[in-house]
């Protein structure tokens, strides 16, 4: 099988088994096709990544302040007050829309570690507070890149949510943005893939995001499976 990451380059074939059984929160999954892969052990012990498309016939919650990950039934609707928003999947990936002063940026929802992030590609376009500075090097499935990031003098939104003047990676590889783990961890994030909507539940509208700390080999986003 086939797998890469959002800017295209270096994919690589990996070899595929099946797994016979795999249970998650209480639910039993059976005749799984996974690729063999090592994933990165920079955020700490991880033996294998959970695809986005194993959920796909349930609602998947993430509580990150309770940590706790759940799966249930049910369905999802659009809500008047900008908690839920449309998703598109590409490649099996979550892509929301970041608004981005008055323009509008693709994201990938990125359930591991990492940040905000922005194509280095708009940078032109951005209202920025001080100069890009390097913040370490990122690396995916497709391989490693020196990473920069800077204060921006405006706002991103994500449905009914601020993120004010936030620090953000300028990505050099990827096309679409990505909202990390550091961004998500305020919210409980709800995924109906059927629906193609994502609610997203925080105690408030407008948050602060933290700044991170240099890193020597962060990863700079989640592994996409194709074919």
């Known amino acids: 099988m086939e797998a890469g990451d959002p800017s295209g380059k270096n994919r690589r074939q990996l070899p595929r088994v099946t797994v016979a059984t795999l249970s998650v929160a209480g639910v039993d999954f059976t005749g799984i096709t996974a690729g063999v892969y090592a994933p990165s052990q920079a955020e700490g012990r991880c033996d294998g990544i959970l695809g986005f498309p194993l959920f796909r016939d349930r609602l998947l919650t993430i509580d990150y302040p309770g940590s706790r990950?759940?799966?249930g039934t049910g369905s999802l609707s659009r809500s008047?007050?900008?908690?839920t928003v449309p998703f598109r999947a590409p490649d099996g990936?979550?892509?929301v829309d970041l608004a981005v002063g008055s323009g509008t940026v693709p994201a990938v929802v990125d359930s591991r570690g990492s940040g905000?992030?922005?194509?280095?590609s708009i940078a032109s376009r951005l209202k920025i507070s001080g100069e890009p500075v390097v913040i370490g090097r990122g690396r995916t499935i497709s391989g490693e890149f020196e990473l920069r990031g800077v204060d921006l003098a405006e706002d991103v939104r994500l449905g009914a949510y601020t993120f004010q003047r936030p620090f953000v990676v300028l990505h050099p590889e990827f096309p679409i943005g990505n909202v990390g783990g550091i961004v998500l961890r305020a919210f409980v994030v709800t995924f109906d893939q059927r629906a193609r909507l994502l609610r997203l539940e925080a105690p408030e509208k407008t948050l602060v995001l933290p700044r991170p700390r240099p890193r020597a080999g962060p990863d700079a986003g989640a592994a996409q499976s194709g074919r």
């Open 116 to 120: 905000l992030a922005l194509p280095a």
């Open 69 to 71: 990950l759940l799966l």
């Open 93 to 95: 990936v979550p892509v």
């Open 80 to 83: 008047a007050d900008g908690t």
